[in-house]
């Protein structure tokens, strides 16, 4: 072999230095356009997003000091000889990397395209613990500027100060302008490489020799020696991992292009950038081999010497040098994120495969979907589920999911729903929809539900439901002391007043079970309660009004708007209504939180007394799901300000009693799902003794903080919960080891547009007609008498309940009644001091005509439930009595005929005497004023009333002090107190009235009197028996008696 010297042009040859290559001519290795497969990078995950990850050591001369992730990715590319497209395209917006590859046969299907772009997405998600990609498809691009660039990339690897990789460093640089990065890397057969190898050697060969027979030191071809020992390296490694034909394209726009080649010269080169540093040759035709994904097949040109580089406008890459410039970036950008993945364990610690199981969802193995499944028995739902994550996060999904295979099982559910009405699209699930009765809560146009908070199931103690509802109205109302005990006295006196005997668990007035919905008290006997008796607790006048106005006006604004027809109710819808068909409760209609926090609290109670009843069970016969859970079963960690206003944590005390009432559940089959977005706000044991865990994305630290103690996750999986997607979601239950993370399918039906939201309501409407038509129609009125005087008038109705509760209009009426019992033409003569009662209160709007129908029903109601209360009277009286007295009213006002007046009024004075009858005289002169026979007591519920009224304390007090300093002893003031006081209770005569009905008022009126007098008697505790009896002697002689 000829030998000869090394001469400057043969290392300007191998290291393209000199004149820049001649534009490329056709024809192009090109990318057929249809066939072309890309993948848009969105970004990464990495075990921690904040870890700088450092250039490796560098071992010996030789070893790379870096090597990207994608290393891997080329090298297996390779082995099946996949091409690889990379770009970078980089605008004001931010930035989009994209990874592709087209076919090396033009005969291949499309499938084979997709298995290639398939290979390549796998590759990917292999390398990193996740990866957001996207398939994308090429986009044409008009630049006015761009250039080749050639040469070896040799970057300095990540940088230690930011962590940035070389191609972040590039991104940063160009930041603000259009411009983008393309490399086209087609793998080069084996043969061209060896043959590229034996070209390498037999220029060595050569040089080597010339040096050797000139035998004198040759720094230039020791040179040109090592120059060619670099690219025998990168062919030999080429040899071993793939080596690539690559073309890099640099396109912007006239500002923005030079600093792209600029940046990208000064980033990737370095000293291994050899044979060939990298240079960047400005060429016109750049933007449309890019477009084209073109490789221009122009061989390399004839050098001086007798080696040949293989491509002009291509560099020769070993895979290691291509992955140096065709990596993901490692920062944050804009359009690109780097996201956190934690690890999160495969397989579930009690994998049960059997029907007893339901899936959750998905089990994700770096954040990809395996084929495994998260099951769980149905019968560990008893032990009940946490559900947990922020709005958005997948949390109702997850819900609706798992109600859909509960419906498969047959498990019927209960969902409580404080807000939104997302529920209600469960009318459109196939197996649900046909079963499932939706109450809205608060809104009565829709599907409006009954419930009263007093009343309680057969088999239930009045005294344990007494002290749950305490625990509601603590967990739910902000009180200070004394208002808990005040509360507490008033609960107690209501269930007094309908004759129940708290120790003994009886009911006086209970004559038969068919009255026992009469036997419970109401909210508005609990408001009228709480000023009777905050006027009895021996507090200033100050503190007294103060106990009114706080109690008096948060239990009445449960009775006004919806919230008021739905509680203010004699009867409820009862609970085993709810229970056995799948239900939802929105609580949307109602605006308040603590209101919302009430009927929740309502409804859990009532659940759990309806459980008792019917005993216990085991496995699964039943599932609560209690949405934003944190209502009702808040933390109360430390309120300091609060035990020392109220002397107690009387709210933390009531959560407590609800978290054992969820524990005490499981043991009759019922299974529990609760769900919130802030689990901080939970009392501790709600989390922590909930057996099922799933938990969504969770943002705020102190809520991670909670969930991870109680999922026994670690820091970095702690970390994870506030980078899951949604859908994504980490469980935890009783055998696992560790979290796993799941994907839930979607089943969530969104609600569309108004036509189909007015859809389902009509559905909702329809599911509630049937239920009103088994339930009976009387029980969504406020009393089931509204069905025959205002059933087609509620906004009347609730003025005339209003009207009912006035302390003037009832003791209008009453003075009315009591008349009219005693003599039947009194209520004609009376009849027109009812009406100017009511039109002085009649709001404008209101016919007045339907108000005094509405009101012959609630009067009635209210005065024989008072009586009833007062005398003893069992329901089936106080109903009887209720019913004549309101025939007698709706034929005062409409009747015609005059015998069915009588007959009515006779039946109402028939059952008023009957009632009355007086075993015993209560009081010293009670046989001798009311000496009717058989022995009557008609006035002293009536009287009882205005005493306890207080109205004329102040006049008996000063009347009995001047009567005591009387010379004669005559009690003529007293007396005359007396006739002021029977003048408010019952009827006097008026001028002109006929004797005979005149000498009887008289009496009448006498007797009332005396009846007044013996009762401010036995309540002046000043008085001795004794001198109360002479008293009363003085005052029968002063009523001629």
Known sequence: MATESVTTAKV???????????????????????????????????????????????????????????AELITGLYGYRIPLAYTVRGSPHGVQVYIGTWPTNHEEDPASDDAQIGIMGSVLR??????????????????????????????AGINEIDGAAPIDQVIRSMSGSEWAIQVLAQPMSERGIAGQRQAILNEMRTVMAAAKNEAAPSPLAD?????????????????????????????????SYPRLASAWRSVMSGAKSLPEPVRTIDLDQVCDLANMWALPDTAGALGPGHYRRPFEHQTLLSS???AACVHLPELETPGYTTDFAARFDLVPGTAQQDSSCVPLGRVLQHRQPTSATYD?????????????????????????????????????????????????????????????????????TVSPLRLNPFEFPPGVSVGVHLDLLRSVFNVSFGMWTPLPQVLETCLYRIYEDRGWDITTNRNRRLDNMSGRSLSFPTLADLAAKVDEVAGQLGYDKEVENNIRAALGTRLNSLRVGGKGRMLDVQRSLSIEALVQRPTVLELEGMGDDDDKAFVMGLFMIGLAEHLRGIGAHDGIRHLLIVEEAHRLLAGTGGPVVQREESGGDVRGKAVETFANLISEIRAYGQGLVIVDQVPSKL??????????????????????????????????????????????????????DAPLLLQVPEAKRPVGDLRDKERIRSRIRASTELLRAHQGGALFYPRTFCASTCADAPEVCAVARELAEDVYVQRTF?????????????????????????????????????????????????????RGAQENWNYSDTADYSDRLRAVLLDKLQGTDDQVTAQLRGSLHEIAHRLAARSLDPYPLCGKVCDQVPPQCLYRAAVADVVASGRYEDAWYAADETDARSEDGAREETWQVCQDAAYEITEFPDEGAPADVAQHIVANAKRVCMCFAQQMLVADTRKSIRTSRRILDRIVAEAEL
């Open 12 to 70: 300007d040859y191998l290291q393209r230095c000199g004149e820049s290559p001649q534009a490329p001519n056709a024809p192009y290795t090109v990318g057929d356009p249809a066939s072309r497969r890309m993948l848009h990078v969105r970004g990464i995950s990495r075990p921690d997003k904040d870890t700088l990850r450092a250039p490796k050591p560098v071992s010996s001369p030789n070893s790379d000091p870096w090597r990207p992730t994608t």
């Open 126 to 155: 292999g390398l990193y613990p996740a990866i957001d990609l996207l398939e994308a498809l090429p986009e044409r691009s008009a630049w006015r500027s761009g250039g080749l660039a050639l040469g070896v990339p040799a970057p």
């Open 223 to 255: 040179h040109y020696v090592e120059l060619l020992k670099a690219g025998l390296v990168a062919t030999s490694d080429g040899m071993a991992t793939g080596a690539w034909r690559t073309a890099v394209y640099l396109l912007g726009d006239d500002e």
């Open 320 to 322: 290691a040098q291509l």
């Open 376 to 444: 769980v028995g149905l019968d560990t739902l008893t032990r009940h589920a946490f559900i947990a994550g922020v709005t958005g996060s997948g949390k109702t999904n997850t819900v609706f999911y798992l109600l859909q295979q509960l419906a498969e099982k047959g498990v019927p559910f209960l969902v409580i729903e404080p807000t939104k009405s997302e529920y209600r699209s469960l009318v459109d699930d196939p197996l649900i929809g046909p079963h499932l009765q939706v109450f809205t809560l608060g809104d009565e």
């Open 683 to 736: 009392a501790p044991d709600v989390v922590k003794n909930t057996n099922l865990k799933l938990v969504h994305r969770i943002v705020a630290s102190d809520d991670r903080a909670t969930l991870a103690s109680a999922m026994v996750m670690n820091e970095n999986q702690a970390r994870a919960l506030a980078t899951f997607r949604p859908g994504q979601a980490a469980v935890f239950a009783d055998g696992d």
């Open 814 to 866: 009453a003075r009315v009644v009591l008349a009219a019992v005693e003599q039947i033409g009194a209520l004609d003569r009376l009849w027109p001091d009812v009406i100017a009662s009511i039109d002085a209160r009649r709001p404008r709007y209101v016919d007045a005509g339907a108000l005094q129908r509405a009101l012959a029903g609630h009067l009635a109601d209210w005065f024989a439930q008072r």
